[in-house]
């Protein structure tokens, strides 16, 4: 089992800055892939961004410039820097693993991008 514990969230105005943050029960460097999602208020569920166990991302064409995945193996973390955000940045962001078989999420942190 493994749980996840994001924070960094908040309010930031347009064009500002947040570093995300998820803390690992276990050590990360057993978990191949984790990654973060959004979700907006009455829309799915999004990739954001995921990162293997060997430090390579892979991130979604919406954010693609403008955030950077990263993970911290011996510190069992992941993070998520968020640069340039928009107002459509906007929903509550989750983190996501999957370990032997089953996938674990985290509890979510709000971003509110708005000035």
């Known amino acids: 089992q493994v749980q996840l514990v994001e924070s960094g969230g908040g309010l930031v105005q347009p064009g500002g800055s947040l570093r995300l943050s998820c803390a690992a029960s276990r050590s990360v460097a057993v978990i191949n892939v984790m990654g973060w999602y959004r979700q907006a208020p009455g829309k799915q569920r999004d990739v954001v961004a995921t990162?293997?166990?060997?430090?390579?991302?892979n991130v979604a064409d919406s954010v693609k410039g403008r955030f950077t995945i990263s993970r911290d193996n011996a510190k069992n973390t992941v993070f998520l820097q968020m640069n340039s955000l928009k107002p459509e940045d906007t929903a509550v962001y989750y983190c996501q693993c999957g370990y032997r078989g089953f996938d674990y999420w985290g509890q979510g942190t709000q971003v509110t991008v708005s000035s």
């Open positions: 990162i293997t166990n060997d430090g390579s991302p």
